[in-house]
């Protein structure tokens, strides 16, 4: 990952979430599943972008381009910037939403290699032209086929076709199978990456193969993993265990074990949206929120942030109320450039760790880099924090209160015995409620996708004067009668050869008319921007 850049005033620094790179997603339809995956996937997209163009502070998405397959390949959306261009991205959803769900039609081989061909070629070009303005932050692209077709005949299909294309640019190729599943009870889920993945390979790009649930959650899921700092260049953090502070580490005192992690976040923070008390907040912003762990690790004088622990404590000795600000989670690095037997007891040692934690009943106490440059005279601020074992194999990290930031506060002891009276009111009260076993956060609905669709979204005409009057898209089934491909690339489409029995009906893209394209709409953003 590259750092991007931040508007506070100083010494540059790496920005506190690394932009991911440019997306090209490929919606590969088939006739008659399209019928079923349709409604799910243009909601999950809808919803995915109404967050992702309204998060405030550093962008984390920089490009995205859409192109769906059928008898041939169509780039509905070329590339554009994600943050800020809401209004462009719902007509793109509402114009695949209109896709014909019944019929047939003559399904061409050659189709989804000639749409990664195509993506990969306005990408090279698109980045050309923006250099003439503006530094590019990325050089490769990740290229998603979404697909309701067997995951392995799809894969097999690309590695076969593109075994003769240049993809030096191309960052990671993903295929993900659609199945025809649907959850019957929300659960926390995740995307499964099949296993036989490592057996496909071109030109030392892997092909990854996931599958997903035919539903909106699972899609959304799916689709928010691009919101995360997925950087290996290098590890985040430090977690050094000294038997000096820790004497249950029985280890040299010169010799500290080392733990190197790697940061993600748990969840969003609220005030990076529209409408928060402060709209001004944000996370790049050093006067702003709470200053948080991934702040400091960003801001690090180093290319690591260290956190030292100092003690540990019992589970049940922590209060609740002495903790702040958003949780993270900790996991063993996947920095590729730490070789594989270090990379391999990195990860035995912290397994350990969190086994050993879960076992005691243990919390760790762990004193953080100071907030700022020391002086001879003057001693920099420290931030604690705890550190908690889980089920899996992850810490979670909660920055915790210090005596400075300790209010006075008394509260009377819970007496021993409530009157009899009160006590079966609310105990009849209580047995009314509906008991869950655990609380499941993707259960729960603030109507958030809803309220900033509302905020962000333009009259549609403004984009396509007669989308709405428009009958849904068909094509027929006669051989020799596909409609044309329209030209809708920012850049000159790449040459395709004709399928053999029909000759090619792209309208040609004049050099001038691709420049005009260049041109920001109202709303997109300049690439340079954030």
Not at 263 to 285: C, F, I, K, N, V
Not at 412 to 434: A, F, G, Q, T, Y
Not at 500 to 509: E, L
């Amino acid at each position: 990952m590259h750092p991007g850049r931040t508007t506070g005033k100083g010494p540059s620094t790496h920005t506190q979430i690394d932009q991911q790179p440019p997306r090209l997603l490929i919606v590969h339809i088939a006739l008659p599943s399209w019928g079923d995956i349709c409604a799910n996937l243009c909601e999950a997209l809808q919803n995915f972008f109404s967050l992702a163009c309204s998060l405030m502070g550093p962008s984390r998405m920089s490009l995205f381009s859409l192109y769906m397959v059928q008898d041939q390949h169509e780039c509905i959306l070329p590339f554009v910037q994600v943050k800020g261009n809401f209004p462009r991205l719902q007509t793109c959803i509402s114009e695949l939403r209109m896709v014909q769900r019944e019929g047939c039609f003559r399904s061409q081989g050659a189709s989804l290699r000639l749409a990664v061909e195509d993506g990969l070629q306005q990408f090279k070009q698109y980045s050309t032209h923006v250099t003439t303005r503006a530094a590019l932050t990325y050089t490769s692209l990740e290229i998603t086929i979404l697909t309701s077709q067997p995951g392995k005949e799809v894969v097999k299909q690309l590695e076969e076709g593109l075994k003769d294309t240049d993809l030096a640019r191309v960052r990671r190729l993903q295929v993900v199978e659609v199945t025809k599943g649907i959850l019957e009870h929300v659960d926390s889920v995740s995307p499964v990456e099949d296993p036989s993945n490592d057996e496909s390979s071109i030109l030392g790009t892997d092909i990854d193969l996931q599958t997903i649930d035919n539903d909106i959650v699972s899609m959304e899921i799916f689709f928010k993993a691009w919101l995360h700092n997925g950087g290996t260049d290098q590890e985040q953090i430090h977690l050094l265990l000294s038997s000096q502070y820790f004497s249950n580490i029985s280890r040299p005192r010169d010799n500290p074990m080392c733990l190197k992690c790697d940061l993600q976040e748990r969840l969003l923070s609220p005030s990076l949206l529209p409408g928060t008390a402060d709209g001004s907040l944000r996370m790049d912003d050093p006067k702003g929120d709470f200053i948080t762990l991934y702040q400091m690790a960003s801001q690090s004088s180093t290319s690591h942030y260290e956190l030292q622990v100092i003690k540990a404590l019992k589970s049940s000795g922590l209060c609740e109320s002495l903790t702040y600000g958003l949780p993270f989670i900790l996991r063993p690095t996947s920095c590729w450039q730490l070789d594989w037997d270090e990379l391999e007891t990195n990860q035995q040692h912290f397994h350990a760790l969190c086994h050993s934690l879960l076992k005691r009943e243990w919390l760790l106490l762990a004193k953080g880099e100071p907030l700022g440059p020391g002086h001879s005279h003057r001693i920099p601020a420290s931030t604690f924090y705890v550190i908690m074992p889980s089920r899996s194999l992850t810490l979670l990290v909660k920055a915790v209160a210090t005596r400075e930031l300790m209010l006075p506060s008394t509260f009377p002891l819970l007496p021993e015995d409530p009157r009899d009276d009160s006590l079966k009111n609310v105990e009849s009260m209580l047995d009314s409620l509906e008991l869950e076993p655990t609380y499941n956060p993707l259960q729960v609905q603030s109507h958030l996708y809803s309220h900033l669709s509302n905020i962000y979204a333009k009259p549609q005409g403004r984009l396509h004067p007669h989308w709405e009057s428009r009958a849904p898209r068909k094509h027929p089934c006669k051989t020799g009668q596909l409609q044309t491909n329209r030209a809708r690339a920012t850049v000159a489409p790449l040459p395709i050869t004709p399928v053999p029995g029909r000759a090619s009906k792209m309208p040609a893209v004049s050099k001038s008319s691709s420049d005009d394209f260049f041109l920001p709409s109202e709303w997109e953003e300049d690439p340079s921007g954030p």
